[in-house]
Nanobody, 126 residues
C-alpha cells in the first residue's frame, strides 16, 4: 500500500520560512518523480514544484520560483519543500504527489500524478 505522509506545515508570519517533508512508503521511491501542489479555500489545486526521480532536475511554478526549493533524499524516501519569503497568498493545504518515472519533469497537471498525500496546512499571516 502506497503512503505519502506530509509534515512540517504550520502558522508563520509573512516573510518567514517553513520546510515541508513528505515521507513515502510502499513504492520504489527512485522510480517516481515527485511533485508538490497546493489548494487554497475556494480555489483549484495548483502546481507548485516537481523534482525528477534522481533529484537532478526540478521545475517550479512562476509564483514560487526563487522562493521555494524542492529536494529529495532517496536514502530516506523523502521529498522536501523549503519555503522562504512566505506571503499570505501562499496560505493553502500543501500536498505531495508521485508520478511514475518520466524524463519530463515539468508536469503541472494533477491528473498526471498517481499517488497523493493527505496534505498539510500552511498559513501565512500578514
Amino acid at each position: 500500500q502506497v503512503q505519502l505522509v506530509e509534515s512540517g506545515g504550520g502558522l508563520v508570519q509573512a516573510g518567514g520560512s517553513l520546510r515541508l517533508s513528505c515521507a513515502a512508503s510502499g513504492l520504489t521511491f527512485t522510480d517516481y518523480n515527485m511533485g508538490w501542489f497546493r489548494q487554497a479555500p475556494g480555489k483549484e489545486r495548483e502546481f507548485v514544484a516537481a523534482i525528477s526521480s534522481s533529484g537532478g532536475n526540478t521545475y517550479y511554478a512562476g509564483s514560487v520560483k526563487g522562493r521555494f526549493t524542492v529536494s529529495r533524499d532517496n536514502a530516506k524516501n523523502t521529498v522536501y519543500l523549503e519555503m522562504n519569503s512566505l506571503k499570505p497568498e501562499d496560505t493553502a493545504v500543501y500536498y505531495c504527489a508521485a508520478r511514475y518515472f518520466s524524463t519530463v519533469v515539468a508536469v503541472t497537471s494533477s491528473r498526471e500524478y498517481t499517488y497523493w498525500g493527505q496534505g498539510t496546512q500552511v498559513t501565512v499571516s500578514s
